[in-house]
């Protein structure tokens, strides 16, 4: 069982929708959640991070982490085509040593 | 630029040749992870340093393949014997952890991809 598991895509959504993305991990331990977008050939950027359950909020991104059924999502308001890239979600326990990432999600937002 | 740079980008390589891959990560960062990312996966850690010392190694890292980090600063992974199998992108990352905050930040390169025929 991997550490963490994504909903598989591809995603496909006209601009303007609301996206969700989502991803379960299987391990208590792990106490750090953390989105990663990434574009064609290039390397994953953060989008956000969060340590506690509840829901953090950075312009059209939120955040949402549930320990108590280990779930985390991400969610786009006002998706633009922009926003078309590989979603990754990301887990670690407390010393960073790893980070446990989910199989991406790829999302496109026709214009 | 201040971001974390590999080299080469692109490596095609025959079966049985070595290949290594050099990653200079932002400066004053101390640690160092190198992660491997097949089509359509996610990136699978490899290893990690906290300055010159490689404190974690996956078991996907097979004693085909060494990396290091002299002087905690570039680092170098080396897959010896390259099998079809190793093709993949080879992520480098850094972060800082200092005083124990870490911001859960890593700061990719844009990898160095490699081809085994």
């Given at each position: ?5 994504q909903?598989?895509g ?21 106490q ?11 390397g ?5 991070y ?7 909020e ?16 991400l969610?786009?308001?006002d998706?633009q ?11 670690s ?6 980070f ?12 | ?5 590999q080299?080469?980008?692109?490596k095609i ?14 400066s ?8 491997r ?9 490899l ?34 014997r ?6 993949a992108?080879?992520l480098?990352?850094s ?22 025929l």
């Open positions: 069982q991997k550490e963490v598991e909903d598989p591809p995603l496909s959504v006209p601009e303007g929708a609301i996206v969700s993305l989502n991803c379960t991990y299987s391990n208590s331990a792990f750090y959640f953390m989105w990663y977008r990434q574009y064609s050939r290039k994953p950027e953060l989008l956000m969060t340590y506690s359950s509840g829901n953090k950075d312009g059209r991104f939120t955040a949402q982490v549930d320990k108590s059924s280990k779930y985390i999502s969610f786009i308001r998706s085509p922009s926003d078309s890239a590989t979603y990754l979600c990301a887990i326990r407390d010393n960073f040593n790893k446990y990432f989910g199989s991406g999600t790829k999302l496109n937002v026709k214009p | 630029d201040t971001g974390v740079s080299d080469p980008r692109h390589t025959k079966r049985g040749q070595n290949v290594t891959f050099r990653c200079d990560p932002i004053e960062h101390n640690r160092l992870y190198w992660y990312q097949t089509l359509g996966q996610g990136p699978e850690f290893t990690y340093f906290q300055n010159e010392a490689q404190l974690e190694k996956s078991r996907l890292l097979s004693d085909r393949f060494s990396a290091e980090r002299p002087k905690g600063s570039f680092s170098t992974l080396e897959i010896q390259t099998e079809q199998g190793d093709s992108m080879y480098c990352a972060s800082i952890l200092q005083g124990g905050m870490f911001t859960g930040e890593l700061f990719f390169g844009e990898g160095s991809r490699l081809t085994v």
